[in-house]
């Protein structure tokens, strides 16, 4: 009995010390996948230059780019000063693409506002291994004869912080990578200027063609056309909160906007250990290796999402409001949206166009039928087509549609 006793005890202690050895290998790996998913640590390029900013739409530094162009493209990264929406001055890099044989007359200009890569520094297109993964017509636009300049925004190759989906901000970087763009000496730019983005950059461009004229009447919009756009803020944050892109959308904007507007505490909207989940989550890129621990991480999140008050009650509310893009747009508007998507959601769009639509506001409003967020922006989506020609159309000077949907 002692004998059997003994070997049982040992056999305990022996699947103890296995179960014990693979806790240990589990936590090192998950140790190792979460250092692995840490953004890119920007090099010295974007740093400011000890002389400051300067003025907005200042080109700052200019260096050659050729990780992941298009064929036929040659391209540069740039460093260029802007300002944020509270008036001070900062700087922001962008990508500058154009063809390998470009004229020597004046090129048209397509401003791509990329969609969501995160908050933290580090989260740049022009840090990623594959920048223009997601920019649609690329191709197209090369073929053309146009020149893609894509702003970063500031605070992700940059430091200062990101205003994720904040209007002002990204409206500003946009214009101001324009401007700064133009005074590169390797290209001739025209004064023409169709404004491009996706989701936050769909957002960002909407937001673009409202401050335009005021912010920088030397940029002449052309067309502003988005794809997707996260417009309708309030209700897209409520209707998408129990997703789980939702929840990684959400940690990062409630991130964000705490971290931008004092009236917003974190606290009042994020319950505990759901706002150590968002600020981790917080810390890494979306595109890149840690979309996929933050999506692993979302999965534990409640059912209802991180946050434990409604995002559209209070304070939160109300700047998700102010920053929806409501005001006029001078220059004629196009969007596109997928019928499939389950992120920005059809019906919101709908409601959203329609709004706009009834306060005058005349909107070429395109639906696709089985596309969804990403595949909306794919080589053989119809969307891109449309959108293509409704740009060339533009710089051509052809008469824009003159309503809405019926």
């Known amino acids: 009995m002692d004998g059997q006793g003994g070997d049982a005890g040992v056999r305990k202690r022996r699947r103890l010390r ?23 640590t920007p090099d010295a390029f974007y740093d400011p230059p000890a ?36 008036g001070h001055a900062a700087v922001a890099s962008a990508l500058v693409v154009a063809p390998q044989s470009a004229s020597s007359a004046p090129m048209p200009v397509v401003a791509w506002a990329h969609g969501t890569t995160g908050v933290a ?3 740049a297109p022009s840090l990623m291994a594959r920048p223009f993964l997601n920019v649609p017509g690329i191709r197209d636009v090369i073929e053309r004869g146009w020149v893609l300049v894509a702003t970063d925004y500031p605070g992700l190759g940059t430091a200062g912080g990101h205003a994720y989906l904040m209007g002002d901000d990204a ?20 004064r023409r200027v169709a404004v491009w983005g996706h989701s936050q950059g769909g957002f960002s461009i909407l937001w673009t ?5 005021a912010y920088a009447p030397d940029v002449e919009i052309a067309g502003v056309a988005a794809l997707a756009p996260s417009a309708d803020l309030p209700r897209l944050a409520e209707a998408t909160r129990a997703t789980l892109f939702g929840k990684v959308m959400d940690a990062l904007l409630a991130t964000s906007y705490a971290a931008t507007y004092a009236d917003v505490d974190l606290d009042a909207y994020v319950g505990w250990p759901w ?16 979309s996929y621990l933050s999506l692993f991480l979302a999965h534990f999140a409640p059912h209802s999402g991180i946050f434990a008050r409604s995002p559209v009650e209070g304070p939160f509310g109300r700047r998700l409001a102010e920053n929806t893009p409501v005001a006029p747009i001078a220059a004629p508007v196009w969007i596109g949206q997928g019928l499939a998507d389950d992120l920005v959601l059809p019906g919101i769009q709908d409601a959203y166009v329609a709004a706009r639509c009834a306060e005058g506001q005349a909107i070429d409003y395109r639906r696709y039928p089985g596309r969804d967020h990403l595949t909306v922006l794919a080589a053989d989506s119809a969307a891109v087509r449309d959108l293509v020609a409704w740009t060339a159309d533009r710089f051509a000077g052809k008469p824009a549609a003159a309503g809405c949907p019926s």
């Not at 050729?66 to 929406?85: E, K, Q």
């Not at 063609?209 to 004229?213: E, H």
């Not at 706002?275 to 840690?290: E, K, M, P, S, Y």
């Open 18 to 40: 296995a179960l014990i050895a693979i806790a240990a290998l589990g936590c090192l790996a998950l140790a190792a996948i979460w250092i692995a998913a840490r953004p890119a």
């Open 51 to 86: 002389s400051g900013p300067g003025s907005p739409g200042r080109l700052l530094r200019v260096d050659s780019f050729t990780r992941d162009l298009p064929a036929g493209a040659r391209g540069w990264r740039i460093l260029y000063s802007t300002t944020r929406a509270d």
């Open 121 to 123: 520094r580090g989260c």
């Open 171 to 190: 409206a500003r970087a946009v214009l101001d990578s324009v401007r700064a763009a133009r005074a590169m000496t390797e290209l001739s730019l025209d």
């Open 209 to 213: 063609g409202v401050r335009a004229k």
């Open 275 to 290: 706002r150590w989940l968002a600020a981790d989550i917080a810390t890494r890129c979306i595109g890149d290796t840690g």
